[in-house]
């Protein structure tokens, strides 16, 4: 079965870093694309940053030049290293391929960054 471990949020002020992980059991790295979700409450998950098996990756206008989502094909891994941080980036970031290739998602990683 396939599981997806999101790990590395945390409470940060703003102008700050972080790097999330996540690790993907080894059926889903035959997916072309990953990419990084986030969920912010009362909103809807949404798409910021893609990335092929190639390299070529692709952002959300709200992140570009702050965030960059690498992938270690290798440890099925998943990055996303997010500098520059605002505090309209809290929220829950996941981990998955976009559709229609989504797999059951993950519980998340918290990112809380303060003003």
């Known amino acids: 079965q396939v599981q997806l471990v999101e790990s590395g949020g945390g409470l940060v002020q703003a102008g700050g870093s972080l790097r999330l992980s996540c690790a993907a059991s080894g059926s889903i790295f035959s997916i072309n694309v990953m990419g990084w979700y986030r969920q912010a409450p009362g909103k809807q998950r949404e798409l910021v940053a893609v990335?092929?098996?190639?390299?070529?990756?692709n952002y959300v206008d709200s992140v570009k030049g702050r965030f960059t989502i690498s992938r270690d094909n290798a440890k099925n891994t998943v990055f996303l290293q997010m500098n520059s941080l605002k505090p309209e980036d809290t929220a829950v970031y996941y981990c998955?391929?976009?559709?229609?290739?989504?797999?059951?998602w993950g519980q998340g990683t918290q990112v809380t960054v303060s003003s």
């Open positions: 998955n391929a976009p559709m229609p290739w989504t797999v059951p």
């Open positions: 990335i092929t098996s190639g390299g070529s990756t």
